[in-house]
Structure formats: C-alpha cells, structure tokens
C-alpha cells in the first residue's frame, strides 16, 4: 500500500481559457499547441524556478514549489513566455492561461508522487478567478511573497469559491503602471533567443530558448517535431523528429543537423551531419521548410 506525507508547499494550477471552443474549431491544432507550449513554455519555467510538474490533464496543469516567491516568479515567467509564444499564432489560435498561486498543506502520494488535498483544491479555485493571460493568488502567498518593481499585487477581495466554506481573499499580479506585462521579470533574469519565421504557405511557427536552461543540458536541446522526444517542437511535416540539436559550447551557440530528411540551413548554407554550425542573433535557420530568423527576446 502506498505511503502518504503531509508538506507545506506553494502549489500553480491552470487553465487554458477556452478550451472547448479551441478543441472544437481546430482538435488537432490545438493539441499541438498546447504540446508545444508546455514543452517550451511550461517545463523551463518550471525547472528554472525549482518546481516540478506534478501533472497535467487536457488543458490543466499542477505544479508544486518549495517556495511561495518561486511559485509566483514561476507563474510570471509563463504568462510573459505564453505572451511572446502567442505573437506567432492567429487570433483565435491564442493560448491564454489562467494561473492560480496558493501556499497551503498538501498530502503526497509517496508511490507516485501527486499531491492532494484542500491546498491543491484551493490552488484550482482561485486559478478560476483569475484573468485569461492572468495570475490570482491567495492571501496567503500575498503575505510572504514581495514582487519586484515591475509588478503589483491588486486586491480582488474576498470570494466564496465553489465548494469553499470560507471566504478567500485574492489578490490579481499584474504590471505596474507604465510597465509593459510582456517585460522580462527581473526576479528571474535570463537571456532568452527567439526563433520565429514561416514555412513557404506562410504559416507561422516560433519558439523561445532560455539559455539558463540550454547552460544545464549536456545533450543541447533536440529541436524536431516530436513532443516526446525534443525540447523544442516545430510541428511541420517537412521536419524530422528529432531534426537537430542546439547546444553551447563556451558563449558559441551552435546547431548541429541530426542526418534529418529535409536538411538544416544557416544563412543559406546546408549542414552536415555532425557538424555543428555557430548562431547567433539575426541569422537565418532553416529546418525542413520552416525558415526561423534568431532574435534576443
């Protein structure tokens, strides 16, 4: 039988905003959205931050932190990372989550690992107040969580949740005034290159690269378009599954061609496999039929 423990953690829930209606219009665009974005999105944020995904269930997702602050930067970083992954995407292809912060007692399942109880059940309420594209929290993380210049805790008030006996005083993070809710947060500093371009019907693909993340990866980060096997996800038919590598080697960012079926180009110029071409920002990547131009975020 299976173990149990109590712990106080800072528990992150989301939700994508409109999700059924996504799933309705597009099924299997949406899938790979939502993929990508938690591949390229959620998980670096994620690990940077000193969290880990416990799981994820359709459109939802829960994470666990040993720290309320990590939590909300955590939290910060996503939505300014999903606010730079939707500037690739249409309209009515946009991801907008929303998150909820809470520090509460959780139960933990010591066989596998997921966490129960009245902290996640509140976490998942008080992400239900919360704005598309927005972060709510509970007065509990507000109290011990001091953010940073660039953002502001909002009170929201007292709210009877469903299922809640008592009332829940949240509190809304957003930008401070005069400050972009795209900045970068300085409770989290790194340098992030942006991929973003088109194949040749001009559809539209991108993806960022922390390279605090890319610094702690041995192996470089696979770029390809299998969700399970690449970090980094360009759902194209023209690319291989697992295309090519991007890695660093001192400061050099390099890209290395995995013998991919469609070739990899650096300005026009065609890899070889095995032999990693340098990258930096404004020049040109061709993976498969994707063109990606390299950008500081």
Known sequence: MATTQRRLAAIVHADLAGFARMMEGAETRTFRHLKSAQVQVWRPSIDTGGGRIVGTAGDAMLAEFGS??????????IQE?????????????RMLFRIGVHLGEVIVDEEDQNIFGDGVN????????AEPGGISVS????????????YVFVDAGEHLLKNVRRPIHIFHVR????VSATTVSQAAPQAVLRFEGTDSTGQKFGFDVALARLIN????????????????????ATVSRRH??????????????????????????????????????GYRLRIGDVELTVRQA
Request: aromatic fraction near 0%; proline fraction near 2%.
């Open 122 to 129: 509140l976490a998942a309420r008080i992400q239900a107040v």
């Open 175 to 178: 930008a401070a005034a005069g």
């Open 68 to 77: 309320a602050v990590a939590a909300v930067e955590a939290a910060i970083d």
């Open 244 to 281: 090519a590598r991007l890695s660093l080697s001192g400061e050099a960012l390099l890209i290395e061609d995995l013998a991919s079926t469609n070739g990899t180009t650096v300005n026009g110029a065609t890899l070889h496999s095995g032999a990693p071409a340098a990258l930096q920002a």
């Open 217 to 236: 990866l041995q192996q470089g980060m696979m770029i390809g378009r299998a969700a399970d096997q690449c970090e980094l996800v360009l759902p194209h």
């Open 81 to 93: 990372r999903m606010a730079r992954f939707n500037e690739v995407l249409t309209q009515d292809q």
């Open 139 to 150: 007065r509990a993380v507000r109290d011990v969580t001091e953010l940073n210049v660039e």
